[in-house]
């Protein structure tokens, strides 16, 4: 399939191979997807910016490279930031298009379903995405799958108005008026309010007038807060929501000047912070910051594993606020033909971008036009792209399960330094991008999402298997019937029924195998068997080390990884010295 992608600073368009169908989760054939000309033209602004000058702007991930030297030495580090530099960065984050295929456990979809999907790294610019149930929702009748390739936009401007907590017949102003900010106002009016629209860009201005503003104004054209003053019977409004993005302290300290005692100010785009105390404290009022999509946003419990807020606690999440945005769109009461005002063919994704760049007049929103199959016909799901068709012999052809950053960081480096010995025959990783990225790195002849490729593939003769802990039993089995020697990350199995049946297939058909209990061949562990091998007394070990705090919700601590550390290299290093 063709995806858009980032890298350094430029656009391309890559065939890439499709996701696989998952639990809870579907796959959709993309119609539609908007480019955002704030969010998207940032990041590709920022992958083409040198290390030195992103250094400057995030200090906090120069902190984490010195960590990370601290901890994994300058080879590692030296490799994972080159990595991270040079790699393809998918790009997208708002699409639409008709289900093709549901998990297992999903019974709110069907093949067939128009749904609109929102989420960075999972609502690309493709033309198929797997998404999670959360993060999609059904196109209601009278809503074009064009509009509805808008969700996770209105979501963000629903949950700022949410937080505004506005009522029927107040004054809202809305400070910016891009992309979110003529949503913003059109909601704003959907509720009953009096909206006062802000921007430095006169045309912007008069849009926000068309779609509904009562007032629109350019604070450079005129004083602004005379002319609120004179609107509001010299309050000033009830709430202000600022949907601009600028580095500037300056429109913060606007919408304080502007907001009336006890009023609130409701952050959404990504502005200045710096505040200061006095306008707050002297007319006391709110200040809120509104999370991107509403509640759920953020929560892999709830994005990745499906588990829904309460309805009667939690009446408003992300995915609530997007089935209600549609449903205005549906109704007319959110009109997009003025704002999405170029739509572009799939292969034309780089002129979309440049015109966002560059043009002097900048649209407010593109979308992205795919070509779609025939109604009664699948697309064809390509799981494997090759890079290199080559025959090699005298050497073990491997293929990698799991790019993750231990693969990338550990095992391949490691192959390649063995490419006397070794071939790297195929990466697979359930992400096509970070697979076909992988593989080039580290020169695999085929990148693919499908582990059924590598076990159904006659020249691989043994697999690596680095996937997450819940995986590693059922993939070495398989791979084991299918004839091929493994290495397995640790641990084996989760449990003792995984186990038994692990050991029970390995002894059928007797294939080579082994775990990689690695902690064994570290110096300190090989000096410590030297030690004690002369003994002639009993032996007592007591391990102690410091693993580092995980937080609650990493992978490592849910079922993918055991529930916790399992104490793994422990208690091979303990075996490996008695």
Known sequence: MRQVLIQRGQIRMENVPAPLIEDGHILVEVAYSLISAGTEISNVERSGRSLIQRALERPDHVRKVIDHLRKQGIHKTVAKVKGQVAGVVPTGYSCSGVVIQVGRDVSSFQPGDRVACAGAGIANHAEIVLVPTNLAVKVPDGCSLKDAASVTLGAIAMQGVRRADPRLGEIVAVIGLGLLGQLTVQLLKAAGCRVIGIDLDGRRVELARELGADYAFDPVQVELQKEICNLTSGYGVDATIITAA?????????????????????????????????????????????????????????????????????????????????????????????????????????????????????????????????????????????????????????????????????????????????????????????????????????????????????????????????????????????????????????????????????????????????????????????????????????????????????????????????????????????
Request: overall charge positive; some cysteine.
């Open 246 to 578: 600028s580095n500037s302290n300056a429109i913060v300290q606007q919408a304080m000047e502007i907001t009336r005692k006890k009023g609130r100010v409701v952050v959404v785009g990504d502005v200045g912070l710096g505040l200061k105390r006095s306008p707050f404290y002297e007319k006391e009022i709110d200040f809120l910051i509104s999370c991107s999509y509403g509640p759920g946003r953020y929560d892999e419990r709830y994005e990745g594993k499906g588990l829904d807020y309460p309805y009667a606690y939690v009446r408003w999440t992300e995915n609530r606020n997007m089935a209600e945005y549609l449903w205005l769109v549906a109704e007319g009461k959110v009109r997009l033909s003025a704002i999405l005002e170029r739509e572009y063919d799939l292969a034309q994704a780089a002129e979309a971008y440049t015109e966002l760049r560059s043009s002097a007049v900048k649209p407010l929103g593109l979308v992205l036009r795919y070509p779609s199959t025939a109604a009664n016909t699948p697309p064809k799901l390509e799981t494997r792209i090759f890079l290199n068709k080559r025959s090699v012999s005298g050497k073990i052809r491997i293929a990698v399960v799991g790019a993750g950053n231990f693969a990338k960081a550990v095992h391949l480096p490691n192959l390649q330094k063995l490419s006397h010995l070794y071939h790297i025959r195929a990466i697979v990783s359930a992400m096509g991008t970070n697979a076909l990225a992988a593989a080039r790195q580290f020169g695999a002849d085929y990148a693919s999402t499908n582990y059924e490729d590598v076990l159904n593939d006659p020249d691989v003769d043994a697999v690596l298997i680095c996937t997450r802990h819940h995986l590693h039993a059922s993939q070495a089995m398989a791979a084991a019937r299918a004839g091929k020697a493994i290495f397995l990350e640790k641990p084996m199995a989760l449990n003792q029924t995984e186990l038994d049946e692990l050991v029970a297939v390995l002894k059928e058909t007797e294939v080579p195998f082994m775990v990689g209990f690695n902690r064994r061949f570290s110096p300190a562990a090989r000096r410590a068997k030297e030690i004690i091998s002369g003994r002639q007394n009993p032996l007592m070990i007591f391990y102690r080390m410091n693993a580092g705090y995980l937080p609650l919700d990493h992978w490592t601590q849910t079922e993918e990884g055991g529930d916790g550390s399992l104490a793994k290299h422990v208690i091979s290093s303990i075996y490996f010295n008695t």
